[in-house]
């Protein structure tokens, strides 16, 4: 079982990105995904989630208005779209998979990909 997110880079403010984690090695269809952040020196914090039908997706205050998270089942791959992107996004994002949204929102999902950095420059 395993999580590949990629997607990263060096991005000025304002700008977007979009991330992508692909899971591997089980059909993640009826598990709910999500992301995560963390940056230097904080704690981890939830970013986004969604259902495995994609019909309910959540959002960090952080980032609600300016962010998209979607999934394509049959890829068994989820997107982050982040976009006005500021100084506060910079960090490394981890996607994450379990049962269900709301496990992997409590950031006590079973299933972690590697992480990718993103850094927004001024």
């Known amino acids: 079982v395993q999580l590949q997110a990629s997607g990263g880079g060096l991005v000025q403010a304002e700008g977007s990105l979009r991330l992508s984690c692909a899971a591997s090695?089980?059909?993640?269809?009826?598990?709910?995904m999500g992301w995560f952040r963390q940056a230097p020196g904080k704690e981890r914090e939830f970013v986004a989630a969604?259902?495995?039908?994609?019909?309910?997706?959540y959002y960090a205050d952080s980032v609600k208005g300016r962010s998209s998270i979607s999934r394509d089942t049959a890829k068994n791959t989820v997107y982050l779209q982040m976009n006005s992107l500021n100084y506060e996004d910079t960090a490394v994002y981890y996607c994450a998979a379990d049962i269900s949204a709301s496990v992997v929102k409590t950031g006590r999902a079973n299933y972690w990909g590697q992480g990718t950095q993103v850094t927004v420059s001024s």
């Open positions: 090695g089980r059909t993640f269809s009826s598990y709910g």
């Open positions: 969604i259902s495995w039908g994609g019909g309910s997706t």
